[in-house]
């Protein structure tokens, strides 16, 4: 298995010191969809630019076998990036978007493209600026679905949109684009709302990759118990990493404890993605 | 190579999408030059009715050059349009892209930084420049033909000989476009820079830069070379130098007007000197688009 992206001691230095991103290291598997979480200003979006050849970094990355750094042009060919859904130019006709990415783009299938457009309110006569912000959404998602790229990049895409078209953006991406050839990588920090369809998630916090992970080992290593009062010594004996009480009732977060004893204080189960995350940055706080 | 110029069609295509006035301008001034003569008074030729006075041979002489005239009229106005047009989009190409922040989306995909700004290069130097002097050469015609309709008695000098006139000038105002491209080109270039560098209101880095040396040079150094440099270049016409053979009735624009020496002019140096200092902008405009986004 060959690694659709592959980061050695990636680092991005802003001046002098100040390291946006600080020597991470991580490997895309083909057919992954891989979540980047972090706060605003924690380097997602540096890592972003620096896979797509839009920034100079420090450190070894490979994309699809090329250096981004130096085969940007040929990359772009095989990689298709969505900064914003909701932004496109516009002056921009709908007609004439189609008619340009056919021009500059060899694996562009138009057709593929005027067909998802006739199932919605987008009419080739339209300009952007006539256009829904859900609507421009459709534009960007018929764009890039008709694209045979092997790896989609996804900055913050649904940033202000609504939650019907932010959903309708993520089901269209899964039903439609992926497929075992068809990677993701994608950024956000709206984590609850995309964790039912990552297979990976990377936790990235002041330039520093704090968990990496594929889903499903999420509950062999991470458990949360959540226990009333009476119980909340004996739980924090086996030294959960993250707390919190809601209500009077505590969920515990550990790492690498032992499921059976912890399940006799309480509820035991699984963190969600989300739960995680808050847990792991309140712990570096 | 057919999928290359394919490519660089698209690109082109797009700007005229964008820039609309790139090729709007021209053909709504051009549209009114050829209806003016027709909603014009009753204007009177300077020589009343020509062809009943004069001989042939100067009839003919007279409506070559009346040919002549309209279209050097013709292209000078489209001429002056373009440029300003050209003006506006130079300022506007490198800028508009990260004001609407569009310029990711532009850059996922498969277009190089240097395919951007040749294209958009060639559509400044080249296709509208091109554009104009195609409607001029529709226009002129247009407006012969209107004047023809309009006034009666001058039908004699507007004819086929004022049609002929019009076309054999084109390939000679052609050339001084020639020039004219060569020659501000490092204008266009510098424009481009400005465009690309500016974080708000790319006029202003435009201007900015020449304006201030300008005044330092008079402050310290109670000079003006840079300003009259740049005047000079601005019109070259004004040039001591400037090689103008005007008694070359031949290959005049108008028939003893004279015109440019252009075998001297073409080989000037400092016209290839200005298009080499264009070429390293051009250069340097392409490397700065590298890393720029929408920040």
Redesign the interface.
Known sequence: MTAIIEARGLTKRYGRKKEAVAGLDFSVGPGRIVGLIGRNGAGKTTVI?SV?G???YEGHLNVLGRNPATE???L??EV?????VA???????VR?AL????????AFNRDRAEAFLAATDVKLTHKVKELSKGMVTQLHLALVLAIRARLLVLDEPTLGLDLLVRRRFYDTLLNDYMDEERTILVTTHQVEEIEYLLTDVMFIEQGKLVLNTPIEQIGERYAQLIVGPSQLEAARSFKPFSERTVFGRTALFFEGAPREELARLGELGTPSVADLFVARMQEAA | MS?LN??F???V??EF??HRALWMAPLIVGGIMVIMPLLGGNMRFGAGDMSASGDAGSVRIVSHMFGQATMIGVTMTLGGIACLAIFTYLLDSLYA?RK???I??W??????DAQTVLAKLAVALLVTPLLALLVAAVVQPLITGALFVRYEHARGVIDGGALLGGLRTLPKVAVVWLYGVLWYSPFVAWLMLASVLAKRVPLMYALMPPATLMLLELMFLDSNHLARFIGERLAPWTRSDWAWDATDPQRGLLPGLGSPDWGVLFTNGSLWLGVAVAAAMVYLVIRLRR?R??T
């Open positions: 630019k797509l839009l920034t100079p940007r042009d040929a772009m060919r298709s990036f969505i900064a914003d932004v496109l130019p516009k002056w921009l006709r004439d008619a340009y990415v056919q021009g500059v783009h060899p | 999928n394919s490519k069609a698209t690109l295509r797009r999408w964008e892209e609407d922040r569009s990711l989306f850059k996922s995909l498969p277009v190089s890393y986004d929408d």
